[in-house]
């Protein structure tokens, strides 16, 4: 029953052994655990600290992050309407040339053709004028035998040739 009963003496040892134990931890044991502690608290102060500031960091970059996109897709933009603007531009000299082009290619033709009726005109003039002359010389080889006739004959002559040069004068 000693055990369940401590006596007077082991109760003072136990005591005297619990102060001395006590007083080497608050001597020795104490500083050094409020020491480790403290330097927690200040580590776990620092991270929580450097986690604020990464957080602002990290709030920034994105702002930057989403200027520099938001600038980019204004250049984007800008630089697709340019594109734009440029195409029309391009489109319509374009359109501008080939009409040019084309009136250019009408006016050559229609010199062509004044210039073949002409010759044509010239030729058909020339081919009429030889037809006339061979027609004139057999029709005078002929009628030479009387003078009366020749003379009724060139005048019939002057008065159809006056007529033919009034026709192509007016054409």
């Known amino acids: 029953m000693a055990l ?9 040892w136990m005591l005297v052994n619990f102060l001395i134990v006590f007083g080497l931890l608050a001597k020795f044991g104490f500083p050094i655990i409020t020491k480790m502690v403290g330097e927690r608290q200040t580590y776990i102060r620092q991270s ?3 986690a604020v500031e990464a957080r602002r960091q990290l709030e920034e970059v994105k702002q930057t ?12 933009a800008d630089i ?4 734009l603007a440029d195409g029309e531009i391009i489109v319509k000299n374009a359109q501008q040339k080939a009409i040019e082009e084309t009136q250019r290619q009408l006016e050559k033709a229609k010199r062509d053709i004044d210039l073949q009726r ?22 005078l080889r002929r009628q030479l035998a009387d003078k009366s006739q020749q003379e009724n004959f060139i005048l ?4 159809e040739a006056a007529t033919e040069n009034a026709i192509l004068s007016n054409n």
């Open 48 to 50: 929580l600290a450097d």
């Open 80 to 83: 697709v309407k340019k594109a």
């Open 65 to 76: 992050a989403e200027q520099m996109l938001a600038d980019v897709r204004k250049q984007q």
């Open 156 to 159: 019939q002559m002057l008065d």
């Open 118 to 139: 002409d010759k044509a005109l010239g030729e058909i003039n020339a081919q009429v004028a030889l037809l006339s002359v061979d027609i004139a010389e057999k029709i």
């Open 4 to 12: 369940l009963t401590p006596d007077f003496g082991l109760l003072f």
